[in-house]
DNA sequence: TCGAATT
């Protein structure tokens, strides 16, 4: 058992590094991998009806966007002889969909393969990470299609195990996962559960949706799940048509500018600004522990009434000026991929970010006048 | 009109 994990992980490397040297040959793709393995927790294959195919058919989760069908099969080719292999492409762009089939010609190979090669972990140089899930692919049928939730609000502590505890009163689940932060692990409240049936997916939904789990203070969300690589697709669409050149603000640079000068004139001549320096320090000590915007990395300010196509460089551009920005966000809604309306930026000294509110509120973007301040704790009152 | 998150 061990030995297997050892030697797949081998000439998993191989066909890694095969990846590579093909991606270095071609420019269609600059999302390079390198991968190292992790102990199998995933649930238990599910048994699935009479047929031949069913003890030698695996499908394969959460593959990296650029592997190919041939790799895919050199991998689960290392466990034993393959049949067939299939790697799912959207039928437009051909972009591989994330998943695959192996279908083994020796039932003991795929479950080899189930053993050794579910829970491999790959971690793509940009950050995005995956984790290969393989289990015994069920019929194809009408009825399991379309059950996979999304979950999202989840408490922090909540493990996979809870949560398929909280979701297994309204069906058979198939796959369960929590989303953990890749820095330093914790949950990101955000999970999935897939179901067998699509109606255990729905009932779920009406009777989850909203409601606390025992012990929790907020409500989650539970909704259908989008496809996985929907969302690299529509990013890269979405990058194609938008220019990423912004023309900055005049009006604006020349604000910020005259802000810098005068501090520059502070510093040099001592002469007053109208907005004297405040160090953070000065003022907790005189507002206490409750400081608007202030989250402890920073000053969180609240941008309201951007546009729709508003995007994270206006916000460099408007705020950056004024000094030191450590984070933008534009807050959109996930299937328009259109800014709701507002948007935070987080910057790191106080005098900074007083003077970009001071300057940004009421400040005129495009036929929009924009409303900035720092971000209230609107959320659940102490 | 004061945080999303999609393996």
Redesign the pocket.
Known sequence: MEWSKILVFCIFQQVIAAMETQLSNGPTCNNTAHGSATINNCSSPVDSGNTEDSKTNLIV??LPQNMTQEELKSLFGSIGEIESCKLVRDKITGQSL?YGFVNYVDPKDAEKAINTLNGLRLQTKTI????I?SSYARPSSASIRDA???V???PKTMTQKELEQLFSQYGRII???I?VDQVTGVS???G???FDKRIEAEEAIKGLNGQKPPGATEPI?V??????????NQAILSQLYHSPNRRYPAPLAQQAQRFRLDNLLNIAYGVKSRFPPMTIDGMTSLAGINIP?H?GTGW?I?V??LAPDADESILWQMFGPFGAVT?V?V?????TNKC???G?V?MTNYDEAAMAIASLNGYRLGDRVL?V???????HKA
Not at 223 to 232: D, E, G, I, L, R
Not at 331 to 335: A, E, G, L, S, W
């Open positions: 989760n959460y994330g995005k990470e995956f984790v899930s996979n939730l999304y999202s609000g989840l796959t369960s996962r989303l990101r409240g955000v999935f559960i897939r969300t909704k259908f799940a989008n496809n996985p690589s929907q969302k690299t915007g989250a969180c609240f309201y009434n984070n966000k807050i959109r809604d996930f299937n709701k309306g507002f935070f987080t409303q301040s720092f971000k209230t704790n609107k959320t």
